[in-house]
C-alpha cells in the first residue's frame, strides 16, 4: 500500500532520515512531497490525493474550515524557532541582539529567505524586518526561492556577503550553512508543526499508523537533533 504524505519543508529533514524505518516496519511505501505550508494547502484545496499532511496550527484552521481534514486525529509533533544563517566559513556577524540583528542585516548585501507568500518563516522574517525598521532595505536585498531550505541552498552558493533567515531545523539541513544562532530576544517565535488525516484519505489504517509513527521516541529524538522541542507524551 502507498500511503501519500504532504509535508512543510521545515520537517523533511526528521522525515526523510526516518521513513524507510516505517515501510520497513509496516510494509507500506510512502510517497513525500515537501513544500512550503501554503502551497501545500493550497495542493490539499485542488484535490491532490493525500491520506496525511504536516502543515502549521493556521493551515490546519484553514483545512477545517473547509472540512477537509479529520480533526480527532491533529497531532503536534513539535516547534521550532526561526534562525540566522551565513554560507560555510563565512564571518559569523554578532546577532544576540535586535540592535546586532539589525546591524547585521544592514551590513549584509544580500539577505536570504523563505518567499513571504508561501512560507511561515519567510512572512515571519519580514515582520521581523518591519520590527526592526529596516523593511525597505531589506525588500532591497531579499533573495527568495520558494521555502526556506531552498533559500538557504542558493544562498550556500553566493559570492556575496550574505545572511539568510529561516527555520533552524531548515538551516540545520543544509550541510553548506552554518547556523549563527536564534533570533534574539523577543524577537523569536516558535512556530509549532502538526500532523492530521485527510477525511479523503483511502487508507485509514496506514495513514494512522504512520502519524502515530510520528511520535515514537525514536522519530521525536530525530526533531530534538534538528532544533526541535517535542511534546512531552
Do not use: W
Not at 526516518?18 to 510517497?31: D, I, L, P, R
Amino acid at each position: 500500500m502507498k500511503l501519500n504524505v504532504l509535508a512543510a519543508g521545515a520537517v523533511e529533514a526528521v522525515v526523510r532520515d526516518m521513513v524507510g524505518s516505517f515501510e520497513k516496519e509496516s510494509g507500506h511505501t510512502v510517497k513525500l512531497i515537501y513544500a512550503p505550508v501554503g502551497v501545500l494547502r493550497d495542493k490539499i484545496y485542488a484535490g491532490e490525493p493525500a491520506d496525511l499532511t504536516v502543515v502549521t496550527p493556521v493551515i490546519i484552521d484553514q483545512l477545517l474550515a473547509r472540512g477537509l481534514v479529520r480533526s480527532a486525529s491533529r497531532t503536534d509533533l513539535g516547534q521550532v524557532g526561526g534562525g540566522i544563517a551565513v554560507p560555510k566559513g563565512a564571518p559569523r556577524p554578532a546577532i544576540r541582539t535586535p540592535e546586532e540583528l539589525k546591524r547585521a542585516l544592514l551590513a549584509a548585501k544580500e539577505i536570504y529567505h523563505a518567499d513571504p507568500k508561501i512560507a511561515t518563516a519567510g512572512a515571519y522574517f519580514l515582520k521581523v524586518a518591519d520590527r526592526l525598521g529596516i523593511t525597505e532595505e531589506v525588500r532591497k536585498k531579499g533573495r527568495t526561492a520558494g521555502g526556506g531550505k531552498v533559500s538557504m541552498e542558493l544562498m550556500a552558493k553566493s559570492t556575496a556577503e550574505a545572511i539568510g533567515l529561516t527555520q533552524i531545523s531548515e538551516i540545520l539541513s543544509v550541510p553548506e550553512v552554518e547556523l549563527v544562532g536564534p533570533y534574539p530576544g523577543d524577537l523569536q517565535r516558535m512556530t509549532t508543526y502538526t500532523g492530521i488525516l485527510l477525511e479523503r484519505t483511502r487508507h485509514l489504517p496506514a495513514a494512522e499508523a504512520f502519524l502515530k509513527f510520528l511520535t515514537s521516541p525514536a522519530v521525536q529524538e530525530r526533531f530534538k537533533k534538528q532544533g526541535y522541542e517535542v511534546p512531552v507524551r
